[in-house]
């Protein structure tokens, strides 16, 4: 019973924060994001400025939260779930690119918004620091638990790379925005993702090796 409140009461709050960002998003894209406020994004999703204030510490983290969705989440569970015979290198990688590039990345609209404001693309970088904790319990997984510490050296790598990818991408992107407000990406981000993830295989194929050859 215990385990099952615990379980509605996350889920209850994954709905608020939900909820809250797909609010901070809409008001962004109606009036702008210096017209919103704090308690017009709280009162828009049905709660109190307080409440808000226990999800995101500014607008731009709200925002950018509705169009970054639950990457970590489904990172570590991509890299988790690989099968054996798939390299550490090469599961990390397809992870990281499938979970950028899917249909969660965010709309025609909603890119128009985060790469002609400077705030919310160094708010939108910002969230590639969450992938770092759940990504090392996927690695140690793969690698073994004692290996709890190179797993997150490793996952702290790939969470540097994945944010010079993106500072890379929103860059090229915010440089291509045209007076016809059409954004033109000079960059594919799939390709600058795994660029900036290349580096880290010697040393994940390294620690995948050391694992194999632990005596059981």
Do not use: C
Request: aromatic letters at 4%; a neutral charge; zero cysteines.
């Amino acid at each position: 019973m215990t385990t099952r409140r615990a379980g509605l009461r996350e889920q209850k709050k994954q709905a608020t924060r939900e909820a809250l960002s797909a609010a901070a998003l809409r008001l962004a894209l109606e009036r702008g994001p210096d017209d919103v406020r704090v308690d017009d994004i709280a009162e828009a999703a049905g709660v109190s400025p307080r409440t808000y204030n226990n999800y995101f510490s500014s607008r731009e983290q709200a925002i950018v939260a509705a169009v970054a969705g639950e990457r970590e989440a489904r990172i570590a569970a991509a890299v988790a779930g690989r099968p054996v015979g798939v390299g550490l290198a090469a599961a990390l990688v397809e992870a990281v690119v499938e979970a950028y590039t899917t249909a969660s990345e965010p709309g025609r609209d909603a890119l128009l918004l985060i790469t002609t404001r400077p705030s919310l693309r160094e708010a939108f970088v910002g969230t590639t620091g969450a992938i770092e904790n759940p990504l090392a319990g996927a690695i140690a997984g793969r690698l073994g638990d004692d290996d709890e510490r190179t797993a997150r050296v490793l996952a702290a790598s790939v969470a540097a790379a994945v944010r010079i990818a993106l500072e890379g991408w929103l860059q090229t992107t915010a440089a291509s925005f045209t007076a016809g407000g059409l954004v033109v990406p000079s960059g594919s981000l799939p390709d600058l993702l795994r660029a900036t993830l290349a580096p880290l295989t010697p040393a994940l194929d390294a620690a995948e090796e050391r694992a194999r050859r632990r005596p059981r």
